[in-house]
């Protein structure tokens, strides 16, 4: 008896994969669409709000690429 289905574990891996991969182009297209530079707002000029508005986008991004990886 096989303890590990091995056609759910590859299909899991290669969905998780595809939704990182996606998750990082939304991002990157976020980041291109603002006018500055999010991260050198963030680290050198320590801007909390755009910090809190960067999480927030992030974790918006992360539930639509979820539910669209989960169906």
């Known amino acids: 008896m096989d303890i590990i289905n091995w056609t759910d574990f590859v299909n899991s891996l290669i969905y998780s994969c595809l939704g990182v991969v996606v998750f990082a182009v939304c991002f990157a297209l976020v980041d291109w669409l603002?006018?500055?530079?999010?991260?050198?707002e963030i680290v050198e000029h320590?801007?909390?709000?755009?910090?809190?508005?960067?999480?927030?986008?992030?974790?918006?991004?992360s539930i639509i690429v979820a539910a669209a990886v989960h169906g």
């Open 46 to 61: 320590k801007n909390m709000a755009l910090a809190i508005v960067v999480g927030a986008v992030a974790l918006g991004i």
């Open 34 to 40: 603002t006018p500055h530079d999010l991260v050198k």
